[in-house]
């Protein structure tokens, strides 16, 4: 079992609507989870990180953690065309070595 | 602001032949990681550098080597190049040492095919 799954998808969505992306992990010890986008052929980058059970919002998106289930998603409203990337969800695990742990990314196309 | 620069941006090797990925970062970062991506694997750790004078390896070292040369720089070798080592890798640094950190700042990635 992956440490960190996620539906490689596609996964397309409408322009203006709500893309949800989602991510389990397996140790239940994994104490930080972050979001990266990364655009076709470019390097990944840091959209939004969470620590605490709940909801995080910063602008059109929100990371929501539920440690209980072992998953956390990220929601992007009204989604626009310049939001298709790639989303890798990411933890810090407590065995290892407090490095992060990648997922391997949903892919996500917003339709004009 | 240049931040994480690495070279070269695109390499072709013939199989056992040797390259090293160079990788600089301008942000007074402690710790440095190299990565490979590839298609649908995700971001792997090969080696990181907690901080200056140290390495660590990662997921996949195997066929790797590394060296934290300063602060600054931080560089990945592969001594005898295989096919299997076709893949994008990109270099990350961050600045927390001890706690762990999960905000990386990436360099612009090297391709890298190995025939």
């Known amino acids: 079992q992956k440490e960190v799954e996620q539906n490689s998808g596609p996964l397309s969505v409408p322009e203006g609507a709500i893309a949800s992306l989602n991510c389990t992990y397996s140790?239940?010890?994994?104490?930080?989870f972050f979001w990266y986008r990364q655009y076709s052929g470019k390097s990944p980058e840091l959209i939004m990180f969470i620590y605490s059970n709940g909801d995080k919002e910063d602008g059109r998106f929100t990371a929501q953690l539920n440690k209980a289930s072992q998953y956390v998603s990220l929601l992007i409203r009204d989604s626009q065309p310049s939001d298709s990337a790639t989303y890798l969800c990411a933890v810090i695990s407590s065995g290892s070595a407090r490095q992060l742990t990648f997922g391997s990314g949903t892919q996500l196309t917003v339709l004009p | 602001n240049a931040g994480v620069t690495q070279t070269p941006k695109f390499q072709v090797l013939k199989t056992g032949q040797s390259m090293t990925l160079q990788c600089a970062q301008d942000m007074n970062h402690n710790s440095m990681y190299w990565y490979r991506q590839d298609p649908g694997m995700g971001l792997r750790l090969i080696y990181y550098s907690a901080s200056e004078g140290t390495t660590d390896k990662g997921e996949v070292p195997n066929g790797y080597n590394v060296s934290r040369l300063n602060k600054r720089e931080f560089s990945l070798r592969l001594e005898s190049a295989a096919p299997s080592q076709t893949s994008v890798y990109f270099c990350?640094?961050?600045?927390?040492?001890?706690?762990?950190?999960?905000?990386?700042?990436f360099g612009e990635g090297s391709r890298l095919t190995v025939l």
């Open positions: 140790d239940r010890g994994s104490q930080s």
């Open positions: 990350a640094s961050s600045a927390f040492r001890d706690r762990g950190s999960g905000e990386l700042f």
